[in-house]
């Protein structure tokens, strides 16, 4: 699959899997989607023998702990993915597009 095959499966996965639909993502209304994004895009950035010893989430992480899973640097960039364009559905519907 192609980044962006990967990117709407993931999405797909959030929706169907997860149940974070567009109900769920139009209560997110304080730019939990993107500062979501941003944690995941970030640590896939970061070195590796940091990721091996980081414990916690990003400072951009809106929800709790537990919802913060990171895998590998090509993973957590798919989901960062993910997570924008439920971002940016969420603003369109909320534009009225």
């Known amino acids: 699959m ?14 169907s899997g997860e149940e974070f639909g567009p ?8 730019h ?3 500062r ?7 640590f896939a950035g970061t070195p590796d023998e940091w990721r091996a010893t980081y414990t ?6 809106p929800w709790s702990l537990n919802w913060w899973k990171p895998r590998d ?12 364009v439920a971002e940016i559905e969420r ?3 909320a534009e009225g597009r």
């Open 2 to 15: 192609s980044a962006i095959e990967d990117i709407a499966a993931e999405r797909q996965r959030q929706i």
């Open 73 to 84: 640097r090509r993973h957590d960039l798919v989901r960062a993915g993910a997570l924008i």
């Open 91 to 93: 603003l369109d519907r």
């Open 23 to 30: 109900a769920r993502d139009d209560g997110y209304v304080h």
């Open 36 to 42: 979501a994004a941003a944690a995941y895009a970030w």
């Open 32 to 34: 939990q989607l993107s």
């Open 56 to 61: 916690g989430a990003p400072p951009t992480w």
